[in-house]
Nanobody
Framework: QVQLVESGGGLVQAGGSLRLSCAAS????????MGWFRQAPGKEREFVAA????????AYADSVKGRFTISRDNAENTMYLQMNSLKPEDTAIYSC?????????????????WGQGTQVTVSS
C-alpha cells in the first residue's frame, strides 16, 4: 500500500513559480514510476509529467515542456514538480500518481495509487 500526499499548491501571478511536492509512504518508493496530472474545471484530467523509479527517465506534456521540471528524492520518498513561467491556463488541481509500470503512468490509465490533489491558481 502506498499513500501519496501533495503539497505546495497556491495562488501565484502569471510568470511566477511554484514547487509541488508529493510525499509517499512505504518502503518501495524507488520501484514506482511517479507522475503528475492536472484537471482544470470542466476539463478532463491530463498528463503533466512522469519520472521513472530511478529518476533516469522523464517525460513531459508538450504544454509544460521547458517550463516544468519533475524530479524525485528516493531517500526522502518524495517527488517534486518545479513549475516556472506559470500561465493562467496552468490553473488546475494537480495530483500525483504512482504505479510500477512506466507506460501505465505515461498513458494515465489504471494507475494504482493517487494523491488527493493540490490546487494551483495562476492569476493574469
Amino acid at each position: 500500500q502506498v499513500q501519496l500526499v501533495e503539497s505546495g499548491g497556491g495562488l501565484v501571478q502569471a510568470g511566477g513559480s511554484l514547487r509541488l511536492s508529493c510525499a509517499a509512504s512505504g518502503r518501495t518508493f524507488s520501484s514506482y514510476t511517479m507522475g503528475w496530472f492536472r484537471q482544470a474545471p470542466g476539463k478532463e484530467r491530463e498528463f503533466v509529467a512522469a519520472i521513472s523509479g530511478s529518476g533516469g527517465l522523464t517525460a513531459y506534456a508538450d504544454s509544460v515542456k521547458g517550463r516544468f521540471t519533475i524530479s524525485r528524492d528516493n531517500a526522502e520518498n518524495t517527488m517534486y514538480l518545479q513549475m516556472n513561467s506559470l500561465k493562467p491556463e496552468d490553473t488546475a488541481i494537480y495530483s500525483c500518481a504512482a504505479d510500477p509500470g512506466y507506460w501505465t503512468v505515461r498513458r494515465g490509465n489504471n494507475i494504482e495509487y493517487w494523491g488527493q490533489g493540490t490546487q494551483v491558481t495562476v492569476s493574469s
